[in-house]
């Protein structure tokens, strides 16, 4: 995987899926109001992927979610996933849950106002042991900048191998430099991992 | 239970220093404008991210990672495939809308235009074997299959 | 003369930015004072300030023409103060722990900067909806009918808070002054 400078040479509009960045930072009463037309769609994806019993569950899972003010395209993504990998329906709820849970204490961290896209990234970072009152620190040291590149950076950096609070120090010093998304990326895993085994915490 | 507190009740001193020493900051009526015009702009990038991640481009050219407005290409060795997708969270995880091109070899490759964001992906042979992109992070699944993530920098 | 605030609001409506202006030098000192209580931090509460005449303009030039400026600005300012607390309160400490507060013989300018400190921590151990009816009630000076409308909450349920607010900042503040 590579990232390169445009190129194009072939274009083809195959109708990709809308990514989790480009929906809007939309208020929470935005949200619920776009909830009926959100749903729709949530049942048409996946009732051509699922029996009609599984799809009414995981309706029933992203529902009460979206409920709270928490948006709904993260967790259909993973249950689309699940699908995909063919695992079974139970697996899919339990996963759907914990991705559920984990937005809640992402939203009462960054707010419920914050992008799908950081809430997902906050949830994974969350599920890997992030404190949550860490996440509090990015989102005032970033202001009203995303949060993926830290939080992404910080999660690659963590399954490399680095040693998760050197790993935060590091991104947590960009952003409170205002340092852009850039600098995230150039950051060596390597000067950031365990030398001594009192190092790993 | 009365409205007012009572004229000897503590707590009117409570109130009065409260009442104190909090005017809005000097400069308040220029930064809202300011930040309300990055606001519009930051829209207009959001809504031009949203008409570009309808484009796929194809590349025969691989190029280092190097500044790129989105473009990720994707490849992987994947000896004797006959055939190989991408399926991931821009694909809604369709294991047949996005399908790598031979680039020699035992190379697969494709090219996406991608807004900026993190977005979790894996490989499918048409053995139907599930693979993780090499450069990727590896991220913890709750499936069991392989599965790597990326995020998109701002440009 | 001075304009009313519907007569602002046209202009603003019409694209004039020094009308928004002249609403936020009218309505900034209410909410500025408001939030930074409510939050406990001057710079969140400049935040908050930004964001809500941001999103008033945005209302106004969208069509809306609030009867009541005043309590609308204030009904953004109170919703953009909960969803910011919601970052921050539950995840520094919340609303446990005791209150212990010693109170030492200083200058009169240190000793009222201490008290001022010691208001803040007994605000910040009363839960988030008890201090905002407090501060509406009897820092702001509104009537529970403009609280209802405010807040979205009943007059006695209202009340109830108020009057646990009471109950709860003179028992925490009683042996400090």
Known sequence: MTMTRFHPTLALVLGLAT???????????????????????????????????VALRIHGII?????????????????????????????IYVALGRLRASMRLAAQAIGLDAPASDLSTAAAAL?????????????????????????????????????????????????????EDRAYEAIDPADLVARRPEDRR | MTDELPPNDPLLGVVGALREGTAPRHGLVDRTRRRARRARLRARL???AGTLAIALVAVVLLRPREAAAGQI?????????????????????ETDRVRLTPAGGDRWEVTLQLPPGRYRFAYVTDGGEWLPDPDAAPVPDDFGRPTSVLTVPTP | MTPTDAALIERIAAGDSAALGMLMDRHAPALMRYATHFLQSADDA????????????????????????SGWLFRIAVNRCRSRRKRWWRLLGGEAGELVIARAADPPEVEAREWRHEI?????????????????????????????????????ALKMRVSRACERLRDLLKDVR
Do not use: C
């Open chain 1, 19 to 53: 990514p989790l960045a480009a929906q809007d930072a939309s208020s929470l009463a935005g949200a619920r109001s776009q909830r009926g037309a959100e749903l729709a769609a949530v049942d048409q994806r996946l009732g051509g992927r699922f029996p009609s019993s």
């Open chain 1, 63 to 91: 529902d009460s979610a979206t409920a709270e003010g928490l948006p709904a395209e993260p967790l259909v993504l993973r249950a689309l996933e699940g699908g995909a990998k063919g695992v079974k329906a139970d697996a």
């Open chain 1, 127 to 179: 599920q890997t042991g992030l404190a949550p009152v860490r996440l509090v620190e990015l989102r005032s040291a970033r202001g009203t900048a995303s949060l993926v590149v830290p939080l992404g950076a910080y999660l690659d950096l963590t399954a490399r191998g680095a040693v998760p609070e050197r790993a935060w120090q590091r991104v947590i010093d960009l952003a409170r430099r205002k340092a």
């Open chain 2, 46 to 48: 959001s809504t031009a």
């Open chain 2, 73 to 93: 290409t994707f490849a992987l060795n994947a000896p004797a495939s006959s055939g190989v997708s991408l399926v991931g969270d821009f694909t809604e995880w």
């Open chain 3, 46 to 69: 400049d935040e908050v300030l930004q964001d809500t005449f941001i999103r008033a303009e945005r209302a106004i030039r969208g069509g809306m023409r609030p009867d009541n400026p």
């Open chain 3, 120 to 156: 803040a921590v007994a605000l910040a151990h009363l839960s988030t909806p008890a201090r905002e009816a407090f501060l509406l009630k009897h820092v702001e000076g509104l009537t529970y009918e403009e609280m209802a409308t405010i807040t979205g909450a009943g007059v006695p």
